[in-house]
C-alpha cells in the first residue's frame, strides 16, 4: 500500500477514535463540552459506546426497554440526561451511581411501575426530576433519599400513585414545583409542606383526597400577596377534582380568599355535589361521636381471650380507645390489641383483668364514653395443694358461676 495513503488511513482513524460518536447519533463539541444527541433513532438500548465525557445526552424517543449499570457509568461529567418517550420498564439499581453532577433527568412517558430503593441512588445534584406519564404504583420509602435537598422540581404527574415517601418529600427544602396531579393519592401526612418555603406551584389536581392538612404554605395560596416574600412566593395550588369531604377539618381551607378552582364537595351526603366556595362556613359540620353499639358485661375464664366491642359514628370518624380499671390507657401489646373497629381483645386474660373497663370513642368535635365490666371466673390451682377453686373474682358472676359448676374441681 501507498505509504502517504497509509499514514493517511491511521491519521483519518485516529481522528474518528478522537470524535467517538455513536452511529446513529450526532455528537456537538461546542465550548468544550460534549453534547450526545440520538433522538427517536429506534434504539432498543443505550448505545456502549458514548464518549464517556459527554455533558449532555439526549435519548428521547426510542425504544430504550431498560437501564443498565453499565449504560452511563464513569459519565462523571453528565449534566443533562433525556429518556422521556421510551418503553423503560426496569432501572438497574445503582444505574446512576456516577452521575453525581448530574441536574436534569427526564424519564416521562415510559412504562415505569416501580421505583426501588437505589434506583436512583447517588444522583446527589439533581435538581429536575421529570416522571410524569408512567405507571408508577409504588416509590420506595428510600428512592429519593439522596436527591431530597438538592431537588427543585418534581413531577410525577399521571401515575397510579397511592402514596409517596411523604418523609423525603418533606425534607425537599428547595422545591420550587411539585406536580402530583392524575395520582390516586387519599392521604397527605400533616406536616409534609411546613419545610418547603421556597414552593411556588403544588398541583393535586385530581386524586382522591378528601382532605388537605393545614399547613401554613397554604396562606400563601391567596390571591392577596400579603403572606409572600421573595423568599417565600405565592403558592398556585391546584385541588380540583378531588372528593372533598367538606366537614369543619376543611373549614379552615374554605376561609381562604382563593380564585375558584373548580373544587366541589364530595360528602358529607347533604353537601354533595355541592360548589365547595358555594358552601357557608357555617355549612361545614363535624358529629361528636355517638357510641353506637358496646360489650355491657362479660364473663370469660381466667386464660381465655376476652373481647370487648364498641363501636361508635362520628365525623370524622371517630377512633377509640380502651383505658384499664386502674386508668392505663391501653394500646397493642403482646397481651392487647385494639383493633381499627373499636374491639379490645386481652388475648390471655389473668385473673387481674376484672373490673370496669372505659370506651372513649374521640374526634375533633368531641368524645363519648362507655362503660365494660369484665368478671374473670378463676381456675382451680391444682399444684397449690388444696386444690380448691378460688372466688371468680368479679361482681355480677353469681349466676354464670352456677352454671359453670359442673367444672371439674379437684
Ligand atoms: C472536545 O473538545 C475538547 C477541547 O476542546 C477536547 O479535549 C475533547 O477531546 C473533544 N472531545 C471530542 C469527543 O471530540
Ligand atoms: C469505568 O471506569 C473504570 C475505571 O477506570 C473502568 O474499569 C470501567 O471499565 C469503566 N466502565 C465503562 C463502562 O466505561
Ligand atoms: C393493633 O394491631 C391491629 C392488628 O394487628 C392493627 O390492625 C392495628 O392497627 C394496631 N393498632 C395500632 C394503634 O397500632
Ligand atoms: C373487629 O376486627 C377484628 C379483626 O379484624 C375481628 O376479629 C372482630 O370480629 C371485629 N369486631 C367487630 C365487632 O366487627
Ligand atoms: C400458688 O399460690 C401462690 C400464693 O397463693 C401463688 O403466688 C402461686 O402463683 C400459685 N401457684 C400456681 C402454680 O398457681
Known sequence: ??????????????????????????????????????????????????????????????????????????????????????????????????????????????????????????????????????????????????????????DLSYNNLQALPWHSVRQMINLHQLSLDHNLLDYIPEGTFVDLERLARLDLTSNRLQKLPPDPIFARAQDSEVMTTSFAPQLSLGIGGNPLHCNCELLWFRRLERDDDLETCASPPGLKGRYFWNVREDEFLCEQPLITQHTHRMLVLEGQTASLRCEAIGDPTPTIHWVTPDDRLLGNSSRTVVYHNGTLEILITTSKDYGTFTCIAANLAGESTASVELSIIQLPHISNGTGQASQPKSRPYNLFFLSFSFFPLV
Open 1 to 154: 500500500m501507498d505509504p502517504v495513503l497509509c499514514q493517511m488511513l491511521v491519521l483519518g482513524m485516529a481522528v474518528m477514535m478522537a470524535r467517538a460518536c455513536p452511529k446513529y447519533c450526532a455528537c456537538q463539541n461546542l465550548s468544550e463540552s460534549l453534547g450526545t444527541l440520538c433522538p427517536a433513532k429506534g434504539l432498543l438500548f443505550v448505545p456502549p459506546d458514548i464518549d464517556r465525557s459527554t455533558v449532555e445526552l439526549r435519548l428521547g424517543g426510542n425504544y430504550i426497554l431498560r437501564i443498565t449499570q453499565q449504560d452511563f457509568a464513569n459519565m462523571t461529567d453528565l449534566v443533562d440526561l433525556t429518556l422521556s418517550r421510551n418503553t423503560i420498564s426496569y432501572i438497574q439499581p445503582f444505574s446512576f451511581g456516577d452521575l453525581e453532577t448530574l441536574r436534569s433527568l427526564h424519564m416521562d412517558n415510559n412504562r415505569l411501575v416501580e421505583l426501588g430503593p437505589d434506583d436512583l441512588r447517588g444522583l446527589v445534584s439533581l435538581q429536575h426530576l421529570i416522571l410524569n406519564n408512567n405507571q408508577l404504583g409504588r416509590i420506595s420509602e428510600k428512592a429519593f433519599e439522596d436527591l431530597a435537598a438538592s431537588l427543585e422540581d418534581l
